[in-house]
C-alpha cells in the first residue's frame, strides 16, 4: 500500500508560524529562538516552533489563575463535564488532521494515531466529563461528646487544588495531555500544558478546537520549550499549585524533588521502569508468541507500560525464540502514513541513538541477539524489532529500560524464582501473567511488585482503572475514582449550633 495524502488543513497548519496557546489565543511568544520539529519517518525538519520564555510562562500562569479563581469557578460541574463532551465531539470531528499530525511528528503508525490519540482520547474526556458532577465530600459525625448541650456537625469538601501544571512526554502528545488536562477540568482546575519539544504541535490545535467546544479563555493554556527550562520554571512559578507528569524515572525524580521544594506542590509522577512479562508452562508456543508481540512490539515498544523482560519456562524458550522471530520477519516495517504499516521509526534522533548504542552494549556483554539489532537502512530513525535472549537477570537489557521494540528474554524453571526474578527491579509501573490456571494466577498477584498487573492480557488502559507505578515508577494514580484525590484538596468544616 501506499501513503496517505495528508489534508488541506495538515499543510496549512504546518505551514503556519507556533508558538503557544495562551489565554485563548495562539502566540509566537517575545523569544526569538526557534526549535524545529522533525518528521522521524525522513529526518526532515516539517515545522519550527518558537521557543517560550519567562513571559510566556508568567502569562500562561497569570491567565489559569485568572480563571481558575474567576470564569471555571463560576462555571458548574455540569457545564465543566458539557465542556469536555463537546470537546470529544471535536476531536472526533479533527479526527483525521489530528492523527496525521500526531503520526507526523511522531512516527506513530497512522492506524494507532487515529485508534489512540484520537479515539481512546475522545473516550477519556467523556469518562472525565461524567465525574464532573459526582466529586463530593462526606458529612460526619462528630466522635468528642459536648459540653453544655452544644452541637457539633462536621462535614467535608473537595475542593479544586488550582493551577494544574502538565508536563508531556512525546509517545502520545495527544492522548496523554488530554488525561491530564480532562481530571484538572473536570475537578475544577485549570491548566498550562508543557509538550515534549519533539512533539510541540498537537496540543496547540486541540486548545483551538477547546476553544471552539465553549472552554473558556485560560482554561487551558500551552507553552512550549525545552523541559529543563520551562518545564522547570512552571514548576517553580508561585501561582503554580500541582505538577503532574509523564515521562522518564531521572527526569520524573528531578521534577518532584523540584516540586517539593518549591512549596511541597501536590506532585502525580507517571514514569517508566522495566515492566516484566511472565509466561507459565501450561501456554503453548503460539499463545506466547502472540502474547509477546501484544506486550512489547506495539508502537515500536515506546509505551510506558509496554513489557521489556520476558520470563519463558525453559521447556519452550528454543520454539518461542524461533516463532518470535519468524512472526517479527513478517512484520511490515514503513511510513506510518501507510495504512499497513505495522511499525514505523522511533520518534527522534536521540531514542534512535540511544538504541543503536543499546544493541552495541548487548553485543559487548555477549547478549545473544537473536532477532534484528541494528538500524534499517533507510532514511529516518528505524530500528528492526529485536529479540535478545539474556545471559542472566544482570545483563543491562534486563535492567535498563529501553523504551524500543526490544524484548529481551530469560528462561525459568521454578515459578517462586519467576516471581523473585520479576520482582528483582527498583521498577514497579506494570507486569503481566499468562496462564490458564487463574487459581494460580491469583495467588501470584499480591506477589508480583507492579501497579498494573495484567492476566492474559499486556499495555491495556481503560479509564475506569486506576493507572500508575509502585517503586521508582511514580507516585499517584490516574483515572478512576482514584484520580480525584490528587486534583482536590480535603476541606473539613466542624460547626457549633
Ligand atoms: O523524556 P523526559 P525524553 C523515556 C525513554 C526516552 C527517555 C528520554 O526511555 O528515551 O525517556 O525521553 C520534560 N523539568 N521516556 O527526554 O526527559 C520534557 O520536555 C521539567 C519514557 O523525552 O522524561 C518532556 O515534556 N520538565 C516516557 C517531558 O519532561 C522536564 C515517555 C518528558 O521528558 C525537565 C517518553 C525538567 N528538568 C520517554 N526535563 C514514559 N514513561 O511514558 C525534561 N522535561
Not at 514514569?271 to 506495539?298: Q, R
Amino acid at each position: 500500500m501506499s501513503e496517505i495524502n495528508l489534508l488541506e488543513s495538515v499543510t496549512a497548519f504546518l505551514q503556519r508560524s507556533h508558538g503557544h496557546y495562551i489565554n485563548g489565543v495562539s502566540i509566537l511568544g517575545q523569544e526569538n529562538e526557534t526549535f524545529p520539529v522533525v518528521n522521524p519517518a525522513t529526518g526532515e525538519t516539517i515545522a519550527t516552533v518558537n521557543q517560550g520564555g519567562e513571559t510566556e510562562v508568567n502569562q500562561a500562569m497569570q491567565a489559569a489563575s485568572a480563571a481558575f479563581h474567576g470564569v471555571w469557578a463560576e462555571t458548574s460541574p455540569m457545564e465543566r463535564g458539557n465542556c469536555l463532551n463537546r470537546l470529544a465531539d471535536l476531536l472526533l470531528k479533527n479526527s483525521e488532521e489530528l492523527a496525521q499530525l500526531e503520526s507526523l511528528c511522531s512516527g506513530k503508525p497512522i492506524q494507532l494515531s487515529r485508534m489512540l490519540d484520537v479515539g481512546a482520547s475522545a473516550d477519556y474526556l467523556r469518562y472525565f466529563a461524567g465525574w464532573s458532577s459526582k466529586i463530593s465530600g462526606e458529612t460526619l459525625d462528630v466522635s468528642l461528646p459536648s459540653f453544655k448541650g452544644e452541637k457539633y456537625t462536621a462535614f467535608t469538601r473537595r475542593e479544586p487544588i488550582g493551577v494544574v501544571v502538565g508536563i508531556v512526554p512525546w509517545n502520545f502528545s495527544i492522548m496523554i495531555a488530554i488525561w491530564k488536562l480532562g481530571a484538572a477540568l473536570t475537578s475544577g482546575c485549570t491548566v498550562v500544558l508543557k509538550p515534549s519539544e519533539y512533539t510541540p504541535l498537537t496540543m496547540l490545535r486541540v486548545a483551538e478546537l477547546a476553544k471552539e467546544a465553549g472552554i473558556p479563555d485560560g482554561v487551558i493554556n500551552v507553552v512550549n520549550g525545552l523541559g529543563a527550562r520551562i518545564g522547570s520554571s512552571l514548576i517553580a512559578h508561585p501561582l503554580c499549585d500541582k505538577v503532574t507528569f509523564t515521562g522518564s524515572v531521572p527526569t520524573g525524580m528531578i521534577v518532584g524533588k523540584s516540586a517539593l521544594e518549591q512549596g511541597l506542590k501536590h506532585t502525580t509522577l507517571e514514569l517508566g521502569g522495566k515492566n516484566a512479562a511472565a509466561f507459565l508452562s501450561d501456554m503453548t508456543v503460539e499463545k506466547i508468541v502472540d502474547g509477546i508481540l501484544e506486550a512489547g512490539y506495539v508502537y515500536q515498544g515506546q509505551i510506558c507500560a509496554a513489557a521489556e523482560r520476558f520470563y519463558i519456562p525453559s521447556v519452550h524458550m528454543e520454539a518461542v525464540l524461533a516463532l518470535l522471530s519468524e512472526r517479527l520477519s513478517a512484520m511490515k516495517i514503513g511510513s506510518p502514513l501507510d495504512e499497513s504499516t505495522e511499525m514505523g521509526p522511533l520518534a527522534n534522533k536521540e531514542h534512535y541513538e540511544k538504541t543503536l548504542s543499546l544493541f552495541e552494549k548487548a553485543r559487548q556483554e555477549g547478549s545473544e541477539i537473536v532477532y534484528g539489532g541494528h538500524a534499517l537502512e533507510r532514511k529516518g530513525f528505524f530500528v528492526m524489532p529485536t529479540v535478545i535472549r539474556a545471559n542472566s537477570a544482570e545483563d543491562t537489557l534486563m535492567k535498563e529500560e529501553t523504551f524500543g521494540p526490544i524484548g529481551t528474554f530469560l528462561s525459568y524453571d521454578d515459578e517462586e524464582e519467576l516471581i523473585a526474578m520479576m520482582n528483582a527491579t527498583p521498577f514497579g509501573l506494570s507486569a503481566s501473567l499468562w496462564t490458564n490456571d487463574l487459581g494460580k494466577a491469583m495467588r501470584m498477584t499480591s506477589r508480583i511488585e507492579a501497579g498494573i498487573l495484567w492476566i492474559n492480557m499486556h499495555t491495556f488502559l481503560d479509564p475506569a482503572v486506576p493507572f500508575g507505578g509502585v517503586k521508582s515508577s511514580g507516585m499517584g494514580r490516574e483515572f478512576g475514582s482514584a484520580f480525584i484525590e490528587h486534583y482536590t484538596e480535603l476541606k473539613s468544616v466542624i460547626m457549633r449550633y
